[in-house]
Nanobody, 115 residues
Framework: QVQLVESGGGLVQPGGSLRLSCAAS????????MGWYRQAPGKQRELVAR???????NYADSVKGRFTISRDNAKSTVYLHMNSLKPEDTAVYYC?????????WGQGTQVTVSS
């Protein structure tokens, strides 16, 4: 079994920064990709950013230039560096990973951008 544990959410003022972390543990043989999704109240869950085992990344248009995804392969951890945060970034952020060709989700971490 594989577990994803997220951390780093919280309350931040507009224009501020946060870093989310997601660590995978358990019976990991290969990690194909890791990423972040978010879901705001009343909205569908959407992809924020994703990084493959080869290092390829893709981002939602709404976060390009403000968010950066990175990973530490040795720690099976993915990070989401969020800068210039806006109120519309407020959502529950979920870690997602394709590990051993199975799809896993974290429990979610709340990010609130408000003054």
């Amino acid at each position: 079994q594989v577990q994803l544990v997220e951390s780093g959410g919280g309350l931040v003022q507009p224009g501020g920064s946060l870093r989310l972390s997601c660590a995978a543990s358990g019976s990991i043989f290969t990690i194909q990709a890791m990423g972040w999704y978010r879901q705001a109240p009343g909205k569908q869950r959407e992809l924020v950013a994703r990084i493959t085992s080869g290092g390829s990344t893709n981002y939602a248009d709404s976060v390009k230039g403000r968010f950066t995804i990175s990973r530490d392969n040795a720690k099976s951890t993915v990070y989401l560096h969020m800068n210039s945060l806006k109120p519309e970034d407020t959502a529950v952020y979920y870690c997602n990973a394709l590990i051993n060709w199975n799809d896993y989700w974290g429990q979610g971490t709340q990010v609130t951008v408000s003054s």
